[in-house]
């Protein structure tokens, strides 16, 4: 009978097999026995593929404090979907200060934990479409001017077809509001702070709001004439 047992891989399968005592067939055969199948039938496991973590690279910008780093996006496929389910701390990799005017500083963090209170724009170097996931449902663009305590921002939301503008202002879901063709100024001087193809401002921080701007396109431009682009 069989003193033990021991484990034979068979075709993709493993073969839990009884040791036991070679018979006149093996010989026949030359083969000892254990290396047929003999027993009971063990499936391996099937080896799981890990997806890939999706990273982006961001640009924090609160009242003072402006830093770019990445950020890991777990299962989420939008930047705009896992920002908007964080709370209290955002934190991102790779990080690098930058100054006031978007220049970067040699203060560096390899990981930096930020108070997502203190950010009022996300802003990110890649287009994102904030209704790639709704084609079938028509959206309107329309074009804002938002202010913070710190910022006016320029740049293009998009809505429902049927939606009020005041009743998108108003709304506080989502937290951040994302817009497309960003560009942000400093409201304190109107220097150019940054230009970013995709954004999502907090509306928390968000103090006015405007669709057009009269009196020219100074407030706009900062202190350099410029051809707008717009």
């Known amino acids: 009978m069989a003193a033990g047992a021991s484990a034979v891989h ?8 009884l040791d036991r005592i070679a ?7 030359g083969s000892t026995g254990l290396d047929r199948p003999f027993g009971t039938l063990v499936e391996q496991p099937e080896e799981s593929e890990e997806t890939p973590v999706a990273t982006a690279r961001v640009e924090l910008i609160g009242t003072h404090l402006r830093a770019q780093g990445s950020v890991d996006l777990g299962h989420f496929r939008r930047l705009s979907d896992y920002v908007n389910v ?16 978007g220049d ?22 890649v287009d994102e479409d904030p209704h790639s996931e709704e084609r079938m449902i028509p959206k309107q663009r329309r074009r804002l001017v938002v202010t913070t305590g710190a910022h006016i921002i320029y740049g293009y939301a998009y809505m429902h ?14 937290e951040f509001m994302p817009m497309t063709n960003v560009r942000v100024r400093w409201l304190a001087d109107r220097r150019l702070a940054g ?3 995709f954004a999502l401002i907090q509306r928390r921080k968000i103090i006015g709001v405007a669709t057009e701007v009269s009196g020219g396109l100074s407030l706009l431009r900062g202190r350099r004439a410029a051809t707008p682009t717009f």
């Open 10 to 17: 068979h075709r993709g399968m493993i073969w839990k097999t």
């Open 23 to 29: 018979s006149p067939l093996d010989e026949l055969d």
């Open 86 to 101: 964080l709370e209290g701390f955002f934190t991102i990799h790779d990080v690098v200060l930058l100054s006031r005017l």
């Open 104 to 125: 970067p500083t040699r203060v560096t963090f390899p990981d930096f934990r930020v108070r997502l209170d203190d950010i009022a724009i996300v802003g990110q170097s």
């Open 161 to 174: 077809e049927q939606a009020s503008l005041t009743a998108f202002v108003d709304s506080t879901d989502p």
């Open 195 to 197: 230009r970013f193809p």
